[in-house]
């Protein structure tokens, strides 16, 4: 049985240990759920890509026709030739996306670029990249698309005689201050628009190249029009290499956190995703580093793991921690009813039952503890100015 199999197996298993389990007699159920357990895994041996988190770059949901490696049997060991990173010139019509889910705070939120070379192996954003007919494996991490007129679009919509201001997003879907940000300054392009509308804006990144723009956000939080989010997943340098290869060390974030905070500029920390059996024994560390740095907001995500994502999740487990594959995936299932995954708004989110039930109140406590806020800050709409529309005249005074 190969690798990949097992992952898929694996993810089935309960239910069908379950159906097979309950036709016996009660005294045989034990013996009996033994004899159909999976065999044993072994680990991934096939050589990955340097600075990539996927193990494979499985066709898209979407595609006629699906590919995935296969062993030749040479066995060979060489170093594997390092994958490039292609950026395409997308030119989008419009640039503010609209939502209405309940169980998120912002209604309206902007993504720069398409995919994310930061590579987080968890990142339930991955499953978009299938709508380009790409692979939410590698192809994520490596074959990205730059939004290079978004500052000339966010101008014309927020000019729009209909448009009523409220916090937009940046940061929900792809880091905004991923590493191609440093050529393309598209992330810079839009705060500029934002910060001579006073228009307000939330921000979430891991990467400490947001340091940049402090000379943007500095005066944007002295108005109320400015509040940045980090984060931090782990404080394990080598885990947080793992499964975050591209993006800032977990040190640098917290550096960011700092200097964020000593400019003036309202900074939160979030501890997203806890991924139960493996992270979630960092809340409390994390949460007591990031408040001595200066957040003063907090808050976490459960692992989501939706579509593509909960194989190339499985491969990822399997080459790294072979021998936490199967209780990891046993807790992500206690959180989401059973499932590997629940879109429920409201549980999505936070997942469901006792071992989710523990994480948020471990969480409160420890938030309360070490002296969060309880109230998350709002930022001022008042001061909005729409930048002047195309064949309007400027007023003189």
């Known amino acids: 049985m190969s690798d990949m199999a097992c992952v898929k197996d694996e993810i089935a298993a309960p239910q069908r240990l379950r159906r097979q389990a309950s036709a ?23 050589p990955q890509k340097r600075g990539r988190a996927a193990q ?35 030119r989008s019509k419009t640039i503010i996306t609209r939502n209405d889910s309940p169980d998120i705070s912002f209604d309206r939120s902007i993504n720069p670029y398409r995919g994310c070379e930061h590579g987080c192996i968890y990142c339930f954003a991955r ?14 991490e490596s074959k990205l698309f730059a939004k290079a007129d978004a500052a000339r679009l966010l101008e014309r919509e927020l000019a729009a005689q209909n448009y009523q201001p409220k916090t937009i997003a940046i940061g929900t879907n792809t880091d905004p201050y991923q590493p191609i940000e440093r050529q393309h300054r598209i992330m810079r392009q839009l705060l500029e628009v934002l910060a001579s509308a006073n228009h307000p804006v ?8 947001i340091l940049r723009d402090l000379d943007l956000l500095k005066p944007m939080a002295e108005k109320g029009l400015v509040k940045v989010a980090l984060s931090v997943t782990t404080l394990d340098p080598l885990l947080a290499r793992r499964m975050e290869p591209r993006a800032s060390s977990p040190e640098k974030r917290l550096a960011a956190i700092e200097a964020l905070a000593e400019a003036g500029i309202p900074t939160s920390v979030m501890v997203a995703p806890i991924i ?7 809340i409390e560390t994390i949460l007591t580093r990031a408040h001595a740095a200066g957040a003063r907001e907090a808050g976490y995500v459960m692992l989501r793991l939706p579509l593509e994502l909960r194989d190339l999740f499985g491969e990822w487990l399997l080459a790294h921690y072979p021998h936490k594959f199967r209780h990891i995936l046993s807790l992500v299932r206690s ?18 039952g006792p071992y989710a039930w523990m994480i948020g109140r471990r ?22 100015r729409p930048p002047a529309r195309i064949g309007e005249q400027l007023q003189l005074f």
């Open 335 to 352: 959180v989401r009813e059973g499932k590997i995954y629940d879109p429920t708004f409201g549980k999505r989110m936070t997942g469901s």
């Open 202 to 209: 939330g921000i979430v990144t891991k990467s400490a190249l």
């Open 24 to 46: 016996y007699p009660r005294g045989r159920r034990r013996i009996e759920e033994v004899e159909v357990r999976l065999p044993p895994l072994e680990p991934q041996t096939a």
């Open 127 to 140: 499953p978009t990249h299938a709508y380009m007919g790409l692979s939410p494996g590698l192809d994520f």
């Open 56 to 90: 494979s770059n499985a066709s898209g949901r979407f595609e006629i026709y699906s590919r995935s490696a296969e062993d030749d049997g040479w066995n060979l060991t060489e170093e594997p030739t390092p994958l490039a990173t292609t950026v395409t010139i997308e």
């Open 276 to 282: 139960p059996g493996l992270n979630d024994a960092e």
């Open 363 to 384: 969480f409160e406590a420890a938030a309360a503890k070490i002296g969060f806020s309880k109230t998350k800050l709002k930022l001022r709409h008042d001061l909005f």
